[in-house]
Each structure stands twice: as C-alpha cells, then as structure tokens.
C-alpha cells in the first residue's frame, strides 16, 4: 500500500466537551498518535482532508506520511487504526493513528470482496453466504492490501472456500485456521405449508361446536313453547276434574 501526505498540528489534550466542539466547528478533527516506542500524542487534523482521503479508498486501511507541525521529525509513518463518526450524519469525528516502523510488519483487519456469480446461484438458485467480512493478515506496511478478492465462480451449492484456499498477496500472510470458511452457497429456501397443530385443530373443533349450539338454540325455543302449551294444558285437565264428584254421587243414589 502507497502511502499519502496528511498535515496534523499539535493539539493540548482535552476531555472537556466545549473545547471538542469548537475544533470541529473550525473545520478540524480530534486525533491522537501513539506507538510501541513513542507516547500518545494529541492532534488535530483537516476534516476536509481526512474525509477525502477516505472518500478515495475502497477500505479504511490507510497508511499515511503524517507531518505534524513543529515536530522533531519531518514525516511520521502511521497506520490509520481507527474512526469514530457521528451516527447520524456520519461525519468522522475522531481519528486514532498507530505509528507504524518501514522494516516492521504489522497486523490488521482487511476486508473480503467476492468476485464472479457462483454457480450455485446462477444455475441452482442458491445464496451466497458470507461466513466472515474481514481477514487478519500480516504484512509490511508497504505491502498492506486494501481488501482480499475472493472467486466465487466456480461455487457450488453446500460447497465452501476456507482460509487455505485463498491466494494472499504477495508478501502477505492471512493467519487464522485453514479449515475456517470464508464463504458459501446454501440451498435455496422453500416455502413450506404449516401444518395447523393438534391444539389448533382442538381450538378450532371446539369453535365449530360452540357456533352449531349456537345455531340449534332458537329451534330449541320453538320446541320448548309447544312442551309448555301441553304441560299448562294438563294442569287445567287436573283442576277440572274433582268437578265429577257431585256426578259420582248422584249415580249412588239412583
């Protein structure tokens, strides 16, 4: 990896919040620099210069000739380690340099691009899967690549490519276990009917029954007025029949 010039300016190390927001109100960018044999040190940096660095490379691996302003040396080769930006609108809002040695190599996090359309997708409707998005290599810095290409032409459906299959960059080595997989291509997902569940079916019988009761209660009704007509009816035969008495006797006396 090439690296870039960027301008940076000494800066009193502040927690405050007031001050912070000044500096960026000014166009500027909190930073600090640090390494295995130099103190941390607080900068300030471009906004402006640091967003079109990064608007011009694939990755945030950058490497970096940091000149910073009334420094003992005149270039300080830096790796840029981490961003921090603004969750909202997504300004950079902090920058962490690790100063880096030319005869030195270092490890960092390089990011996957896949290339080519797997043939499990193309020809068997699969899905790519990606299983990691990053690699841990180990390089110089001059070496460092900007992003890992992995092929996946040639992929089939359950197949994968793993950490020993793939071709690192020359002067580059990719740690990590050579069985771990990288990407895959999974079978296509088919729509499958639920079958309703014995409790369901249980609740929906129960359901049914309930409105067929329902339903048969006005008939019952009906039924019932008839039953009621007969029953009234019988009392009445009942109430009239000690008026045969008076009959009854007169019989006796004949």
């Given at each position: 990896?090439?690296?870039?010039?960027?301008?940076?300016?000494?800066?009193?190390?502040?927690?405050?919040?007031?001050?912070?927001?000044?500096?960026?109100?000014?166009?500027?960018?909190?930073?600090?620099?640090?390494?295995?044999?130099?103190?941390?040190?607080?900068?300030?940096?471009?906004?402006?210069?640091?967003?079109?660095?990064?608007?011009?490379?694939?990755?945030?691996?950058?490497?970096?000739?940091?000149?910073?302003?009334?420094?003992?040396?005149?270039?300080?080769?830096?790796?840029?380690?981490?961003?921090?930006?603004?969750?909202?609108?997504?300004?950079?809002?902090?920058?962490?340099?690790?100063?880096?040695?030319?005869?030195?190599k270092v490890i960092v996090q390089v990011p996957i691009e896949t290339v080519g359309e797997a043939a499990g997708v193309k020809t068997g409707g699969g899905v790519l899967e990606h299983v990691l998005f990053k690699l841990k290599v180990r390089c110089l810095p001059k070496d460092l690549p900007e992003q890992i290409t992995v092929d996946v032409t040639s992929l089939e459906i359950g197949k994968s490519i793993h950490i020993g299959e793939i071709t690192a960059p020359q002067g580059v080595e990719i740690?990590?276990?050579?069985?771990?997989?990288?990407?895959?291509?999974?079978?296509?997902?088919?729509?499958?009917?639920?079958?309703?569940?014995?409790?369901?079916?249980?609740?929906?019988?129960?359901?049914?029954?309930?409105?067929?009761?329902?339903?048969?209660?006005?008939?019952?009704?009906?039924?019932?007025?008839?039953?009621?007509?007969?029953?009234?009816?019988?009392?009445?035969?009942?109430?009239?029949?000690?008026?045969?008495?008076?009959?009854?006797?007169?019989?006796?006396?004949?």
């Amino acid at each position: 990896m090439k690296s870039v010039p960027l301008k940076a300016f000494p800066r009193s190390a502040q927690k405050r919040r007031g001050p912070l927001k000044q500096l960026r109100s000014n166009g500027r960018v909190p930073a600090v620099i640090y390494g295995r044999q130099t103190a941390p040190q607080s900068l300030e940096i471009s906004a402006r210069e640091i967003g079109d660095l990064m608007h011009h490379h694939v990755s945030e691996n950058l490497l970096v000739d940091l000149s910073i302003e009334n420094d003992s040396r005149a270039k300080r080769l830096a790796l840029l380690q981490e961003i921090q930006r603004h969750p909202i609108d997504g300004k950079v809002v902090h920058v962490d340099f690790h100063e880096v040695a030319e005869n030195e190599k270092v490890i960092v996090q390089v990011p996957i691009e896949t290339v080519g359309e797997a043939a499990g997708v193309k020809t068997g409707g699969g899905v790519l899967e990606h299983v990691l998005f990053k690699l841990k290599v180990r390089c110089l810095p001059k070496d460092l690549p900007e992003q890992i290409t992995v092929d996946v032409t040639s992929l089939e459906i359950g197949k994968s490519i793993h950490i020993g299959e793939i071709t690192a960059p020359q002067g580059v080595e990719i740690l990590g276990g050579k069985n771990i997989p990288v990407v895959s291509v999974a079978a296509p997902r088919a729509e499958e009917e639920v079958a309703p569940t014995a409790e369901a079916k249980g609740a929906a019988d129960v359901e049914m029954t309930k409105e067929k009761k329902e339903e048969g209660a006005p008939g019952e009704a009906k039924g019932a007025a008839p039953a009621k007509a007969e029953a009234k009816g019988a009392e009445k035969g009942a109430e009239k029949k000690p008026e045969a008495k008076p009959e009854a006797k007169a019989e006796k006396k004949k």
